[in-house]
């Protein structure tokens, strides 16, 4: 076996023993785009040697969307089918766990009308609202892992002579998830805890709000009352431990959604739906975006918070310290897996239901009515940096810094 090739065996087992953390009688779903099939072969197998009942793996493939998006006739986009979401549904009712595997092409969609896009995913993000609770409020154990592609790999490392990109960006991957370190499941352990650290204590802090001062950065986000820190690993509806995003870096919670004020920029360029949208402003008035300008990809951006009404609201706050592993790598992947955990982010559109004190059981209205966000869309957007103050507001209105300079304050 090669080095390549018994990392790759790491990788695999990283993702179904940490990140989905297989069970036995459990099955498997995988969503995997083509190029993924020796990655994915090698998931099945695990899969199965960790007890898994069944692995249905859901193919796909960039050209194949595009050549949809150019020709397809117009009805596909403004419908989708009741099996489409009805199967992966039925397996997450089931308890199945669901492990994506991404590989995309940052301008995949470039060129597609945007109309077409924004009109695909808003019938999509409908289609699966019911299984969307499934993920939001933590009930089945899912995870999202990448591996490279070519046309990935050309985007992120265009100085570097193209038959070297591939690899030079699998290396990138494995070192953020750890798959350099003598025993990768140790070291994510460790990393794990350190995260809950944080959210430890900043769940006994209990924050009435968070002050971001920056440069084109003067934002107040409220945090419902009873919100709650979480981090890098998840426990599941059957008591079981999983890591949804690997890598991951951050700690966050959801903010009130009535709650934000001023305006925030973004400083990295956010990869959505195939297309870039970069050096991009939103103003809030009471937690509602009044107005957004960008540099580039104003359309896709416009489209993307008039999807619904809850995509003009915030479903999450995210912290990660200037300091991270792929931060200090400086690398913009142009893949919001990888740029979230460099970077202090949020989201626009839904928030997740286990951010809140017994939010796990409640339904979705009681959720709305304790100040969370419900959309058909969640998109996180970047804006941390070096020059990033955050402060924490207290009841009796005291700041308190919670990072400096881009890193933790404590
Ligand atoms: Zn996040
Ligand atoms: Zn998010």
């Known amino acids: 076996m090669s080095d390549f090739e018994a990392k790759l065996s790491k990788y695999a087992d990283l993702a179904v023993k940490i990140g989905v953390n297989v069970q036995p009688g459990q099955a498997l779903v995988v969503n995997a785009p083509i190029t993924a099939a020796e990655f994915v072969r090698l998931i099945a197998a695990k899969a199965y040697e960790a007890g898994a009942s069944q692995v249905k793996v859901n193919w796909s493939d960039e050209r194949i969307t595009r050549l949809q998006f150019e020709h397809a006739a117009p009805e596909i986009f403004s419908k989708a089918p009741t099996w489409y979401a009805g199967e992966i549904t039925e397996f997450a009712e089931n308890g199945a766990a669901v492990l994506s595997v991404i590989a995309e092409d940052p301008d995949a969609l470039k060129g597609i009308d945007p109309v077409r896009i924004a009109e695909y995913q808003k019938t999509r993000g409908a289609a699966l609202s019911k299984y969307r609770e499934f993920i939001m409020s933590d009930k ?102 999983f890591v949804a995003n690997m890598p991951t870096e951050e700690v966050f919670t959801a903010p009130l959604k009535t709650g934000v004020n001023g305006t925030v920029r973004s400083t990295k360029p956010l990869s959505h739906g195939g297309n870039i949208i970069d050096g991009f402003t939103l103003t809030f008035e009471n937690g509602k975006i009044v107005s957004v300008s960008a540099e580039k990809g104003q359309d896709t951006l416009e489209h993307l918070i008039n999807l619904d009404e809850g995509a003009k609201y915030l479903g999450e706050v995210a912290l990660v310290p200037h300091h991270s592993p792929i931060s200090e790598s400086n690398i913009l992947y142009y893949n919001t897996l990888f740029d979230e955990n460099a970077s202090n982010h949020l989201a626009i559109g839904t928030a997740y239901a286990f951010c809140l004190e017994g939010g796990k059981s409640m339904t979705q209205e009681q959720l709305e009515e304790r100040g969370l966000n419900s959309s058909v869309t969640h998109v996180d957007f970047m804006i941390g940096s070096a020059e990033m103050n955050i402060f924490g507001v207290t009841n009796d209105g005291t700041e308190e810094p919670v990072f400096l300079n881009g890193n933790w304050a404590f």
């Open 140 to 241: 089945i154990s899912w995870s999202i892992v990448a591996i490279p592609s070519q046309a990935w790999a050309d985007k992120v490392f265009p100085d570097v002579p193209a038959e070297e990109r591939v690899n030079k960006l699998w290396d990138a991957i494995f070192h953020t998830v750890r798959l350099d370190r003598e025993d990768p499941v140790a070291a994510w352990q460790e990393h794990l805890n350190t995260l809950e650290e944080k959210a430890t204590v900043l769940n006994a802090k209990k924050y009435k709000k968070l002050h971001y001062v920056a440069p084109g950065t003067d934002l107040t986000i409220e945090l419902p009352e009873g919100h709650l820190w979480a981090q890098g690993d998840s426990i599941n509806e059957n008591g079981h431990t």
